[in-house]
């Protein structure tokens, strides 16, 4: 009997013994910290950027590469297939407005395309006149559309080596373009100077431009940004991206449910002003994204919030830089409780059946 006793408290304790390690362990790993990882995340290779004076637009191409940009202009006249005397783009009246000159690229079936889009089809303008130069085109590629091509046109499309000069002259009800396709994808380094109405090579009707705009793609659609209609644009591969983000800080410690307080602080270290979109991520699903200018030099502090659901180790990235952040089990009791109760009950009941027998 006395020995029976002594094998039960050594059994007994030696159960204690394991939940405690249990228990610690659960409470142990339930806990989390964020700290900054100070890596930098992979460049958007899509995004392109347009400099004007000490402005800098970061772009990204419209299209899914789905169709190429002759099918998505769709350009018709008399001999074409749907014809029509409107020489006009058919594909693009979603982008279309009265006078506005617009610029922008389209991502085809057949690579990256650069889009010039003068004036609405069936528009109220009584017509325009538009010249551009084009200077540091990508030697494998060419002009895939001309708009207009017809013999007869007044329209003007003068190339040579990697330079085009084009002036377009078109009537009320109509819009003129073009599209340059080949070499975009690579290191691209483009001018585009351009003249309008009076500044044109010459001029057919009394329409006027009174707005140069370049359009990116968005998440839902796409957004215009207005340009300086007398000065030239670069085009560069690349994007904006002249400033450097610092300082990224999430909270120590997050129970899943609760808020999250994300902050990153940015500078302009490039000699432009620029204007782009600083994303913040999570797993690198966006979770929000913040439009800036900064002047060149200038700092800036962001932040937002939001909210993850699940426990478990996250990375949280704001531009190119990222941190890892744990985030623990929610619930009102003290993280790991609920699982420390549950196998010191386990345990409780085993004990009891043992001191019955």
Do not use: K
């Not at 995340?41 to 190429?68: H, K, M, N, R, W």
């Not at 200077?135 to 017809?150: A, H, K, N, R």
């Not at 808020?259 to 966006?286: K, Q, W």
């Amino acid at each position: 009997m006395i020995i029976r006793d002594n094998i039960s408290v050594i059994g007994t304790c030696s159960v204690l013994a394991a939940v405690a390690v249990l228990i610690a362990f659960a409470f142990g790993t339930a806990v989390g910290v964020g700290t900054v990882a100070g890596q930098s995340a992979p460049s958007d290779a899509d995004e392109y950027a347009v400099v004007q004076g000490d402005e800098c637009y970061t772009i990204e191409p419209l299209g899914d590469g789905s169709q190429s940009v002759e099918e998505f202009y769709d350009y018709r006249t008399p001999n074409t297939t749907p014809s029509s005397y409107s020489y006009s783009s058919f594909g693009t009246t979603h982008l279309q407005e009265d006078d506005t000159s617009s610029l922008f690229l389209y991502e085809g079936s057949d690579g990256i395309s650069l889009v010039a889009l003068h004036d609405q089809y069936n528009g109220s303008s009584p017509g325009g006149a538009v010249t551009m130069q084009f200077d540091g085109l990508p030697e494998d590629g060419e002009w895939v559309i001309e708009d207009d091509s017809y013999d007869g046109r007044y329209d003007e499309f003068d190339h040579s080596g990697d330079s085009s000069r084009i002036t377009w002259a078109y009537t009320d009800g109509r819009n003129d373009g073009a599209a340059f396709r080949g070499g975009l994808e690579d290191d691209l380094d483009l001018t585009i100077e351009p003249a309008f109405n009076d500044a044109a090579d010459f001029r057919v009707y009394e329409g006027e431009i009174t707005d140069w705009q370049v359009i990116s793609a968005t998440e839902d659609g796409h957004e215009r940004t207005s340009l300086d209609m007398s000065e030239p644009i670069e085009l560069r591969s690349g994007g904006c991206t002249s400033y450097a983000i610092s300082d990224l800080e999430t909270d120590g410690t997050v129970t899943a449910g609760d808020p999250v307080d994300i902050t990153a602080t940015v500078t302009n270290d490039g000699e432009r002003t620029i204007t782009t979109e600083i994303p913040f991520l999570i797993d690198g699903e966006t979770v929000d994204e913040q439009d800036v200018t900064l002047e060149p030099g200038e700092t800036a502090t962001l932040s937002t919030t939001a909210t993850v659901d699940e426990a478990g180790t996250y990375t949280v990235g704001v531009g190119d830089r990222s941190t890892e952040m744990t985030i623990s089990d929610g619930g009102d009791r003290m993280p790991g409780f609920g699982v420390g109760a549950v196998i010191l009950m386990a345990v409780l009941g085993v004990l009891i059946v043992r001191y019955r027998r």
